[in-house]
């Protein structure tokens, strides 16, 4: 795969959105240009627009003015700056507020020199240095498992990641990789709210997530220790609709279990949290798990009403060429699962936004080719 070389002040005059920028591969040298604050004040405007991602409702337009943009890169770089790296390899898309700040604007920060790619397939690039950020989305965790002889080749890399749910492949990845090599860095945002909570690590269970400096819960607290409360919090990098002001306070799609005032317990988005025959399922968390029992495309899981119990879900499936339903391990995905899905439906393709998320009002046409039911 061929890089197009460009200069920060090219790749920024282009804009975040640009075709050029999100779709086809380039470098930069941030380690040899101007200083990038001073790229950035003389080629991007105030304020940059970012559409959500869809996956709570209806694509909307948010306004980041371009100094929060610039804080907020400032405090990434900080998370992944003490192990040193000195090279970027990019694969989230600029034209979404997470790909902006970590493909584009933490490079900058941290002075090193940056490769993007928006395919999934293909080689890794020879960055020519040792200790590697990569920038991934979801599926960049298998990506690396299949180049395990690039990243045993570097002295170390760090995965920062900000999408959907992370992953199953991010385990087998440590794993494989070894602790004394990776280390996730992990953040919890939204296109409306910018980051919101991270956390780091290395080996076994993921820790609580923990505030950013700059922001605080805003919520009431829960009757007791352990109960669920919708995050919301307050922030001075809120984005705003175009013209209206930053709102106070943002509540995301998330339920949390506040740990004390600057970590919680993330349980997951509202919308994705369901209770069939007493059983509670967070179905991001259950989609990588019930992936790893079929071999197909694509899968999605998506909460639907029964009349008898109340919530139920329903399991769609792309199909690779050239095999039917029946080729599938039904079964199996059932047990990771914990319940059986009222039903399973072969469709053409799920509708997922860049970053991997599953668009809000799934509803895609059943394949005529065959149906599987309860």
Not at 32 to 49: G, N
Not at 235 to 245: C, K, N, V
């Amino acid at each position: 795969m061929g890089y197009a070389e460009l200069s920060p002040e090219e790749l920024l005059g282009l804009g975040f959105a640009a075709p050029g920028v999100t779709e086809d591969a380039w470098s930069v040298r941030w380690d040899a240009a101007v200083p990038a604050a001073a790229a950035l004040w003389a080629t991007t405007p105030p304020t940059v627009d970012f559409r959500t991602s869809g996956s709570t409702g209806p694509s909307r337009s948010r306004r980041r003015l371009r100094e929060n943009l610039w804080l907020e890169a400032g405090m990434l770089a900080d998370l992944v700056a003490p192990d040193g790296p000195e090279a970027a390899v990019c694969f989230a898309p600029p034209t979404h507020v997470y790909g902006a700040l970590a493909s584009v604007l933490v490079p900058a920060r941290l002075g090193i020199p940056a490769w993007y790619r928006p395919t999934f397939f293909g080689a890794m690039p020879e960055v020519g240095r040792g200790r590697v950020l990569v920038v991934a989305t979801p599926w960049i965790f298998t990506l690396l498992l299949q180049h395990l002889d690039w990243v045993r080749g570097l002295e170390h890399v760090t995965v920062l990641y900000s999408s959907a749910v992370l992953p199953a492949a991010a385990g087998e990845f440590l794993a494989e990789a070894g602790p004394e090599r990776t280390r996730i860095v992990e953040v919890l945002g939204s296109t409306e709210a910018g980051g919101i909570a991270f956390r780091q690590w290395r080996a076994g269970t993921p820790p609580a997530w923990t505030l950013f400096p700059d922001v605080a819960f805003a919520g009431g607290p829960g009757e007791g220790p352990d109960d669920e409360v919708p995050l919301v919090v307050s922030s001075p990098r809120l984005a705003f609709e175009p013209g209206r002001p930053p709102p106070a306070t943002w509540e995301t799609d998330d339920r949390v279990v506040p740990l004390d005032g600057r970590t919680f317990r993330l349980v997951g988005r509202a919308g994705r949290l369901v209770k069939v025959n007493g059983r509670r399922i967070n179905l991001d968390e259950a989609e990588h798990s019930v992936r790893a029992a079929l071999e197909c495309a694509d899968l999605a899981l998506v909460p639907i009403f029964d009349r008898m119990i109340g919530e139920h879900v329903e399991l769609l499936v792309v199909l690779r060429d050239g095999t039917v339903l029946s080729d599938l391990d039904l079964p199996a995905a059932f047990a990771r699962l914990g319940v059986r899905p009222k039903s399973v439906r072969v469709v053409p393709r799920i509708d997922r936004s860049p970053l991997g998320k599953l668009r809000h009002g799934q509803a895609p046409e059943t394949d005529d080719a065959e149906v599987g039911t309860r």
